[in-house]
């Protein structure tokens, strides 16, 4: 059965940092592309950040480049997305994923942004 556990959201300042983890069971880990996406209230789902298999072929979207870090451990089945620098805008439910969206969506992790 696959699983995708998301972790690591909470409440921060403007400015502050996260870091989000997102444990994955059930499936050949280190066989796919792994994705963070964020669903903002009334907005539908956006792809964030993408990763290959051994951790290189990274892309963002222009919004979160220079403040987001996205890596993988393929020995510990995770996919990481360390954010710095976060803004109000960053507030969103934040869900990982394969990048062609292969499994069933985790329950997301809420991440606030706001003083």
């Known amino acids: 059965q696959v699983q995708l556990v998301e972790s690591g959201g909470g409440l921060v300042q403007p400015g502050g940092s996260l870091r989000l983890s997102c444990a994955a069971s059930?499936?050949?880990?280190?066989?796919?592309?792994m994705s963070w996406y964020r669903q903002a209230p009334g907005k539908g789902r956006e792809l964030v950040a993408v990763?290959?298999?051994?951790?290189?072929?990274?892309n963002y979207v222009d919004s979160v480049k220079g403040r987001f870090t996205i890596s993988r451990d393929n020995a510990k089945n995770t996919v990481y997305l360390q954010m710095n620098a976060m803004k109000p805008e960053d507030t969103a439910v934040y869900y990982c994923?394969?990048?062609?969206?292969?499994?069933?969506w985790g329950q997301g992790t809420q991440v606030t942004v706001s003083s």
């Open positions: 994923n394969t990048n062609t969206i292969r499994f069933p």
């Open positions: 059930g499936f050949s880990f280190s066989s796919y592309a």
């Open positions: 990763i290959g298999t051994r951790g290189g072929s990274i």
